[in-house]
Each structure stands twice: as structure tokens, then as C-alpha cells.
């Protein structure tokens, strides 16, 4: 799915939505940003290492919380991996 779509889809879901905060929405973009570094993979892989400078987060444990709201949602799917050696995966497209 093109990226503007994304966005576009998530805002407008996001506005209606009380859960979602700054951190989040911070969270979101950051994924679509790592996205589009690594070729507009769905689903993509990353570390924590790498996110956290993107959505401008000092603490990982945000992160992994941030990112379980947005999966528990429904605006992305969230496969966790417990490897250290392995990313974990995003699925954008898959949401809502």
C-alpha cells in the first residue's frame, strides 16, 4: 500500500481515537520512515536500536509499550522477536 495512504489513513483514524498520544503518532511515523529506508518493505524488520532515534524515544521500554498499543488497536501488526540476532516485524498494510 503507498505510503501517503498510510498516513493519511492512520491521521484520520488517530484524530477519532483518545488512546493515541504524541508518542505514538511519533512511533507510527518513525515506522514509515524506517519503511521507506529499507525499500517500502511490508513487513519490516527492525531493532529497538534503531527506531528509538527516529521517534525521538530514550527508553525502550516506551517503545515496546507504544508499539503493543498500536498493535492492540489495530493500526499495525506487531511480531515480536525474542533473537537477539533476528528483528522483530511491522506490518503496516495489515492495519485496520
Known amino acids: 500500500m ?7 489513513n492512520f491521521f ?3 484524530e477519532q481515537d483518545c488512546r493515541i498520544a504524541p508518542v505514538h ?12 529506508k529499507n525499500g517500502n518493505a511490508d513487513p519490516v524488520s527492525f531493532y529497538a536500536r534503531d527506531i528509538m ?3 525521538k524515544f530514550s527508553s525502550s521500554t516506551t ?10 488497536f489495530g493500526y499495525i501488526k506487531y511480531v515480536p522477536s525474542y533473537n537477539p540476532f533476528l528483528g522483530s516485524l511491522v506490518y503496516l498494510s495489515e492495519a485496520k
Open 12 to 14: 484520520a483514524a488517530a
Open 53 to 55: 532515534p527516529l521517534a
Open 25 to 36: 503518532i511519533s512511533l507510527y511515523v518513525a515506522l514509515l520512515q524506517w519503511c521507506a
Open 63 to 72: 517503545l515496546h509499550k507504544c508499539i503493543r498499543d498500536l498493535d492492540k
Open 2 to 8: 503507498e505510503k501517503e495512504k498510510l498516513i493519511n
